[in-house]
């Protein structure tokens, strides 16, 4: 079956391509004092690359993205809630990549003594402004691909 395209109307249209086009100015902005400062203080443009690698080593990873983008739409969520949600992930792959994203300061654990225990997770603060930073992305992504559209 053939995802339909989102439609919005025009008011909704031109505010999502001015995110896009916000973001992409604030990105040209944040390349141009990367390349300014890093020329002044010697670092060539490898480490810039490096830098970028490692900013996103954590979302290239395999279900991480899926994880953050879940609690970051979702909410906070317990473990159960979370593995319905991330469909094919297996339990292990869920611990695992909750303590990867704990680790990297983008999912708190929170526990609550029982009984029973209950336990959540959710973005830190961390975690919610780099789902707030990536949302343009996936507009910009959506509109390229055709899954968000203007009105007919």
């Known amino acids: ?3 339909q395209p989102m439609r919005l109307n025009e008011e909704e249209l031109a505010k999502l391509n001015e995110a896009i086009s916000s973001t992409e100015d604030l990105g040209l902005l944040v390349r141009g004092v990367f390349e300014r400062n890093g020329a002044e203080a010697g670092y060539d443009i490898a480490w ?8 996103l ?4 990873s395999r279900w991480s993205i899926e994880i953050l983008a879940t609690l970051y739409i979702a909410g906070e969520r317990r473990f159960n809630e979370l593995r319905r949600l991330l469909v094919g992930i297996s339990s292990r792959t869920l611990s695992d990549k909750l303590t990867t994203l704990r680790l990297a300061g ?4 929170a526990v609550v003594d ?14 919610g402004r780099a789902g707030r930073l990536l949302g343009p992305l996936v507009a910009y992504m959506r509109v390229n691909n055709g899954s968000v559209t203007g009105p007919e």
């Open 1 to 3: 079956m053939t995802e």
């Open 48 to 55: 810039e690359v490096e830098s970028a690698v490692d900013a």
């Open 57 to 60: 080593d954590v979302f290239a």
């Open 106 to 109: 983008l999912v708190d654990r």
């Open 114 to 127: 029982g009984p029973p225990v209950k336990v959540t997770y959710r973005l830190t603060q961390h975690g």
